[in-house]
T-cell receptor
Framework: ETGVTQSPTHLIKTRGQQVTLRCSSQ?????VSWYQQALGQGPQFIFQ???????GRGNFPPRFSGLQFPNYSSELNVNALELDDSALYLC????????????FGPGTRLTVT | QKEVEQDPGPLSVPEGAIVSLNCTYS??????FMWYRQYSRKGPELLMY??SSGNKEDGRFTAQVDKSSKYISLFIRDSQPSDSATYLC??????????WGAGTKLIIKP
């Protein structure tokens, strides 16, 4: 059984740029959730994807967008980067009817300068 | 007021002690209660989940949910230095979203 993987591990971007983060789900999982975790804080829900459609969204602006592919892998795109976007971005996979049981990747640490 | 409150710590205890970690919440619609462990620079790892009220045990870990008090706990018996990490509680109602506490940093001293 393959776990959740994310790429890249670290990323440094300049304010105003765009970034794409990638996630590969755990084998057999059909739902992907993305989170932003600031230092010393719990994860904040960005959105969730199921069957290639956004299934729910947290309190994040539209410049945060995503995709889910037929193989259940996923991307998080952030446009017009701001300094406050610096954080650990986490991807979690689960089954659609068991979203209380989410399995996380190692995260991508994004630094915006 | 946040929906889920968790003391950030740090909580420092000697090896072998019983550790008690807690969260309080305000949303009575929460049905699922989860505990995750997060080591530095890693993603959270699911330890246990509980549906509704009651206790659940898994090895050295016991999770308790008291819905009447809106209070959940995680107990760790015979704590080990390898248990040193940040422990996050998370909760879920019938919708898709997990609501998280800020995490408690736990330090087990050898």
């Amino acid at each position: 059984e393959t776990g959740v993987t994310q790429s890249p591990t670290h990323l440094i971007k300049t304010r105003g740029q765009q970034v794409t983060l990638r996630c590969s789900s755990q084998s057999g999982h059909n739902t992907v959730s993305w989170y932003q975790q600031a230092l010393g804080q719990g994860p904040q829900f960005i959105f969730q994807y199921y069957r290639e459609e956004e299934n729910g969204r947290g309190n994040f602006p539209p410049r945060f967008s995503g995709l889910q592919f037929p193989n259940y892998s996923s991307e998080l795109n952030v446009n017009a980067l701001e300094l406050d976007d610096s954080a650990l971005y986490l991807c979690a996979s689960s089954l659609r009817d068991r979203t209380y049981e989410q399995y996380f990747g190692p995260g991508t640490r994004l630094t915006v300068t | 007021q946040k929906e889920v409150e968790q003391d950030p710590g740090p909580l420092s205890v000697p090896e072998g002690a019983i550790v008690s970690l807690n969260c309080t919440y305000s949303n009575s619609a929460f049905q699922y209660f989860m505990w995750y462990r997060q080591y530095s620079r890693k993603g959270p790892e699911l330890l246990m989940y509980t549906y509704s009220s009651g206790n659940k045990e898994d090895g050295r870990f016991t999770a308790q949910v008291d819905k009447s008090s809106k209070y959940i706990s995680l107990f760790i018996r015979d704590s080990q230095p390898s248990d040193s990490a940040t422990y996050l509680c998370a909760m879920k109602s019938s919708n898709y979203q997990l609501i998280w506490g800020a995490g408690t940093k736990l330090i087990i001293k050898p």
